[in-house]
């Protein structure tokens, strides 16, 4: 693939499909918060990478998509597949300790994390200083929504935000290590699925470890909103992402990703009844005036 391929500017196609991904990705905090209760947060992990496995598996047999032969891929591969998995791991427990808004805060600071990586690790994908404005525009609109926080008094709760930079991290890792290793060359579906297969077992026995367990049989309610998120979020959406990062530029793509919140806020008013602020209308703007910038031709 050639550096102006791996750096390829978003066209409107690819805009109009990551709106669709960030907003699925808003409503998935909403199903989550449907299923936590019911399910436990690393058995949901667990069954739903396992669930979206099978799925992607008979999709990819379905369309004659090779996934066993050999490609050179398998390291990169398993190192994806452990970053998935920390990924979630860090994020779930991590939600023990902190609160869900300094979780929004320290996690959406993974597109900096992929902008930082991208100067070293893909030259041509670098950020001028108009499109740092542009993030940081972004992230101040975050900041609007969400509420700056407060420093963390109990050092559980400091432990639990650098669980969430971390989990930050270890997503912009896994973008990188697909946009820049042998990863890049084959399906977006067999890309999935070295994530899905590796982080299952971990995050299952994740969930053994901290003695999570599911006390009744879930409600109709909590099965629907786990099968949202396996069926549609794992099984879909997540493989048209991976998709998306080989063919774009990965920092124009991750700045998109501060829709998610937005989006997440927005699902809580309609579904939850949640109360907007005009603060959120404000970060809205803010958020859409960072990514014009972000996006603006070169």
């Not at 047999?61 to 390291?75: A, K, S």
Request: a positive charge; hydrophobic letters at 60%; proline letters at 5%.
């Amino acid at each position: 693939m050639t550096p102006s391929a791996r750096s390829r500017p978003l066209d409107s196609l690819a805009i109009a499909l990551t709106f669709v991904l960030c907003l699925s990705w808003g409503f998935n905090q909403v199903a989550i918060k449907f299923a936590v209760h019911e399910i436990p947060p690393l058995m949901q992990s667990a069954a739903r990478s396992l669930i979206a496995a099978l799925i992607v598996t008979g999709w990819a047999y379905r369309r004659r998509i090779p996934l066993l032969h050999r490609d050179g891929t398998l390291p990169a591969g398993l190192a994806a597949g452990l970053l998935f998995a920390f990924e979630f791991l860090l994020t779930y427990r991590g939600l023990l300790w902190t609160t869900a808004t300094r979780a929004v805060l320290f996690i959406y600071t993974a597109p900096f994390f992929v902008v930082i990586g991208s100067r070293w690790l893909i030259p041509s994908d670098h950020f001028r200083l108009s499109q740092w404005f542009g993030l940081s525009l972004s992230f101040v609109g975050i900041i609007i929504a969400f509420g700056l926080p407060t420093p963390a008094a109990d050092p559980r709760q400091m432990l639990g935000d650098l669980m969430m930079v971390g989990a930050a991290i270890a997503w912009a890792a896994t973008t990188l290590v697909i946009k820049t290793s042998a990863l890049s060359r084959i399906s977006a579906e067999k890309t999935m699925l070295y994530q899905l297969v590796v982080s299952a077992p971990l995050l299952a026995i994740a969930a053994l470890i901290f003695g999570e367990r599911i006390e009744a049989v879930p409600s109709a309610l909590a099965l629907g909103a786990f099968a949202y998120q396996a069926v549609w979020v794992v099984s879909i959406t997540y493989v048209a992402w991976f998709a998306l990062i080989v063919r774009y530029s990965a920092t124009r793509l991750s700045a998109f990703t501060f829709l998610t919140p937005l989006f997440g806020v927005a699902a809580g008013h309609l579904v939850l009844n949640e109360p907007l602020t005009l603060a959120f209308a404000v970060a809205v703007a803010l958020v859409a005036v960072g990514l014009v910038l972000v996006n603006r031709p070169r």
